[in-house]
Antibody
Framework: EVQLVESGGGVVQPGGSLRLSCAASGFTFDDYAMHWVRQAPGKGLEWVSLISGDGGSTYYADSVKGRFTISRDNSKNSLYLQMNSLRTEDTALYYC???????????????WGQGTLVTVSS | SYVLTQPPSVSVAPGQTARITCGGNNIGSKSVHWYQQKPGQAPVLVVYDDSDRPSGIPERFSGSNSGNTATLTISRVEAGDEADYYCQVWDSSSDHPGVFGGGTKLTVL
């Protein structure tokens, strides 16, 4: 059974930093690209970032480019999101999700975790 | 960046057919994926690549995509189908490739 468990969320002041983690199990982690998707309270879904299975390729939404860094440790079956220079508009529930494709990304989100809440507030 | 437009809400009686649209410029040339999200829960993929269903998703859920509109069709709607539905594409030519529609609230009357 595929399981994705996010952690690391919390309350942080504007300009601060947080590092989110996603622990994966139940599948061959390094065969799959991974995504972060977020959802502001009461709002819709917003794709944030993608990393390839080997970690060699990364992509970011315009809204987080230059501030967020996605990474992964395949030896630990873990995905990360380093978030710097946080803004109030980054307040959201952050989900990690598997890409739908084995080895070759298909760019849809197959399995999702339950999310970790990030609140940016002074 | 690429824009996907969904109606904010759709209402349907139980047993009837719900159609949720997703508009985008020449969206028929892209692969469209659909997600269902119930309150307090993570999204669930219900249709991928325009019209394919993941295992465990009922045949009542189907999709189509042509021209400037993609459609998620839910046949024989049940009370348990009440949820928010989001379409999504990947625009590889864009600096912001991952795109969601704004979401549609399906209400079962």
């Amino acid at each position: 059974e595929v399981q994705l468990v996010e952690s690391g969320g919390g309350v942080v002041q504007p300009g601060g930093s947080l590092r989110l983690s996603c622990a994966a199990s139940g599948f061959t982690f390094d065969d799959y690209a991974m995504h972060w998707v977020r959802q502001a309270p009461g709002k819709g879904l917003e794709w944030v970032s993608l990393i390839s299975g080997d970690g060699g390729s990364t992509y970011y939404a315009d809204s987080v480019k230059g501030r967020f860094t996605i990474s992964r440790d395949n030896s630990k079956n873990s995905l990360y999101l380093q978030m710097n220079s946080l803004r109030t508009e980054d307040t959201a529930l952050y989900y990690c999700a598997t890409d739908g494709g084995v080895i070759v990304p298909t760019y849809y989100f197959d399995y999702w975790g339950q999310g970790t809440l990030v609140t940016v507030s002074s | 960046s690429y824009v996907l437009t969904q109606p904010p809400s759709v209402s349907v009686a139980p047993g009837q057919t719900a159609r949720i649209t997703c508009g985008g410029n020449n969206i028929g040339s892209k692969s469209v994926h659909w997600y269902q999200q119930k309150p307090g829960q993570a999204p669930v993929l219900v249709v991928y690549d325009d019209s394919d269903r993941p295992s465990g998703i009922p045949e009542r859920f189907s999709g189509s995509n042509s021209g400037n509109t993609a459609t998620l069709t839910i046949s024989r709607v049940e009370a348990g189908d009440e949820a928010d539905y989001y379409c999504q594409v990947w625009d590889s030519s864009s600096d912001h490739p991952g795109v969601f529609g704004g979401g549609t609230k399906l209400t079962v009357l």
